[in-house]
């Protein structure tokens, strides 16, 4: 059964620097082919893809939040760890991270995710 | 910048069929993916590699591409299938990107 959990504060400051945890179950992420990514919402608007991280430790990144993000996993622990530098309050959203098992394949489980809100 | 265009809101009466489109100058090359979302969970993915279904998806979901455009179309729709529906793809560079999201109202 494949699950994930995304883990982190649900309060940060501006200017602060947000740290996530995806931890997940079921799936290996040293696997061929596997894929996390993380994935955010704003309240009342549209997903918005952020960046993924594959089994052999290639990283992409949303070309507009490049400088801000950065990704990294942990194989052992079954965690992908996601950073994001200089928060504001319109980065308040509900964060997701979600599992590709295979190119192609689409974001096929998700987490429940988890709110951040950005505020002092 | 890569952009995938939907429309806002598209409603229809149970029974009947719903089509969502999603236009992008990629999605000749790449790949398009549909989700499903209700309000407070997590998306479901509900179409893959354009016209897909993943396990556990009913068949009145199907998709399909032509040219510049994908469609989502729901056959009989049913009032459990109102919900916010996303297309998703993918750049060459390996970036992904969302559509601003489709919400199904069943009248």
């Known amino acids: 059964q494949v699950t994930l959990r995304e883990s982190g504060p ?3 400051k501006p200017t602060q620097t947000l740290t996530l945890t995806c931890t997940f179950s079921g799936f290996s992420l040293s696997t061929s082919g596997m894929c996390v990514s993380w994935i955010r919402q704003p309240p009342g608007k549209a ?6 991280i594959d089994w052999d430790d290639d990283k992409y990144y949303s070309t507009s939040l490049k400088t801000r993000l950065t990704i990294s996993k942990d194989t052992s622990k079954n965690q992908v760890v996601l950073t994001m530098t200089n928060m504001d309050p319109v980065d308040t959203a509900t964060y997701y ?3 590709i098992e295979s190119v192609d394949y689409g974001f096929d489980y998700w987490g429940q995710g988890t709110l951040v809100t950005v505020s002092s | 910048s890569y952009e995938l265009t939907q429309p806002p809101s598209v409603s229809v009466s149970p029974g009947q069929t719903a089509r969502i489109t999603c236009s992008g100058d990629a999605l000749p090359k790449q790949y398009a993916y549909w989700y499903q979302q209700k309000p407070g969970q997590a ?5 893959y590699k354009d016209s897909e ?3 556990g998806i009913p068949e009145r979901f199907s998709g399909s591409s032509s040219g510049t455009t994908v469609t989502l179309t729901i056959s009989g729709v049913q009032a459990e299938d109102e ?3 996303y297309c998703q793809s993918a750049d060459s560079s390996g970036t992904y ?5 489709t919400k199904l109202t069943v009248l």
Do not use: K, N, T
């Open chain 1, 10 to 12: 649900a309060l940060v």
């Open chain 1, 47 to 52: 997903l918005e893809w952020l960046a993924l």
């Open chain 1, 97 to 99: 991270c979600a599992r």
């Open chain 2, 43 to 47: 998306p479901v993915l509900v179409i």
């Open chain 2, 53 to 55: 279904r993943p396990s």
């Open chain 2, 83 to 85: 919900a916010d529906y």
């Open chain 2, 97 to 101: 990107i969302f559509g601003g999201g």
